[in-house]
């Protein structure tokens, strides 16, 4: 299999992918309910995107502004199939379908919906139970408590999930992905790692601008010495005075 940006080993893709195979070979008395939640940059829709391309699920962000309703139509949509008006219709809509085709269901950005309150949450509860397939909810460092709320359905959960912090070993994936022209020494991701306070996202960006900066300088090889005046990460401005 090529590399690219959802193959590379990287330590929350291999989570992810642990959990929805452990949910995916649930026996039938237990419900296949994860919960996979951690910090803001930590890569966690990367790992979903990974998982649901491996399993065929059904993948939906949901938005900040969006309803339950909008939920329900986008669903549908991912699914080839004409939502019809109310949402109660639509739900029904959903279980037949998701139970008859089989595929996983990931939910990302799952704060907004538990924030719609318990009536919304017990709605995906209902799609879980009669559509009996894997389910797998995604949302920041703070969702578990948020769903400990609501004690049906937190008793589903079958396994919790936390997102890690991103590793060196995950720096040099991800400068094999995004700069692999470059030979950058060790020293120099164990510098970047570090600064990134394992934020996938801040790897990224400091990834580009060693590879920017080589290009510039001409090089293939970068050691430490080549970034001793780099600043990985633009700096933010400072605040204006009034």
Same mark, same amino acid.
């Given at each position: 299999?090529?590399?690219?940006?959802?193959?590379?080993?990287?330590?929350?893709?291999?989570?992810?992918?642990?959990?929805?195979?452990?949910?995916?070979?649930?026996?039938?008395?237990?419900?296949?309910?994860?919960?996979?939640?951690?910090?803001?940059?930590?890569?966690?829709?990367?790992? #979903?995107?990974?998982?649901?391309?491996?399993?065929? #699920?059904?993948?939906?962000?949901?938005?900040?502004?969006?309803?339950?309703?909008?939920?329900?139509?986008?669903?549908?949509?991912?699914?080839?199939?004409?939502?019809?008006?109310?949402?109660?219709?639509?739900?029904?809509?959903?279980?037949?379908?998701?139970?008859?085709?089989?595929?996983?269901?990931?939910?990302?950005?799952? &704060?907004?919906?538990?924030?719609?309150?318990?009536?919304?949450?017990?709605?995906i509860?209902?799609?879980?139970?009669?559509a009996?397939?894997?389910?797998?909810?995604?949302?920041?460092?703070?969702?578990?408590?948020?769903?400990?709320?609501?004690?049906?359905?937190?008793?589903?959960?079958?396994?919790?999930?936390?997102?890690?912090?991103?590793?060196?070993?995950? #720096?040099?994936h991800?400068?094999?992905l995004?700069?692999?022209?470059?030979?950058?020494?060790?020293?120099?991701?164990?510098?970047? #790692?570090?600064?990134?306070?394992g934020?996938?996202r801040?790897?990224?960006?400091?990834i580009?601008?060693?590879?920017?900066?080589?290009?510039?300088?001409?090089?293939?090889?970068?050691?430490?010495? &080549?970034?001793?005046?780099?600043?990985?990460?633009?700096?933010?401005?400072?605040?204006?005075?009034?």
């Amino acid at each position: 299999m090529a590399l690219d940006a959802h193959t590379a080993p990287l330590t929350n893709v291999t989570l992810f992918t642990e959990l929805m195979n452990r949910l995916v070979n649930t026996p039938a008395h237990l419900t296949p309910l994860g919960v996979f939640y951690g910090f803001s940059g930590y890569g966690k829709t990367r790992s #979903a995107t990974f998982a649901a391309n491996r399993h065929g #699920a059904l993948y939906i962000e949901v938005g900040a502004s969006w309803t339950l309703k909008k939920f329900c139509q986008m669903a549908l949509k991912e699914l080839g199939v004409i939502p019809t008006k109310t949402v109660s219709d639509m739900v029904e809509q959903l279980i037949e379908t998701l139970a008859i085709e089989t595929r996983p269901l990931i939910i990302d950005e799952f &704060d907004h919906i538990a924030r719609m309150g318990e009536k919304n949450v017990n709605i995906i509860r209902e799609i879980l139970d009669k559509a009996q397939i894997p389910v797998i909810l995604i949302g920041e460092e703070y969702l578990p408590n948020s769903l400990k709320r609501w004690e049906r359905f937190d008793n589903r959960v079958r396994s919790w999930v936390a997102a890690q912090p991103a590793t060196v070993n995950d #720096a040099k994936h991800l400068a094999k992905l995004y700069a692999p022209e470059l030979t950058i020494a060790a020293p120099v991701m164990e510098d970047m #790692a570090t600064q990134a306070n394992g934020i996938v996202r801040r790897i990224c960006h400091g990834i580009e601008t060693v590879r920017e900066s080589a290009s510039l300088k001409g090089l293939t090889e970068v050691e430490l010495k &080549d970034v001793a005046e780099l600043t990985y990460w633009q700096t933010r401005p400072a605040a204006r005075k009034h």
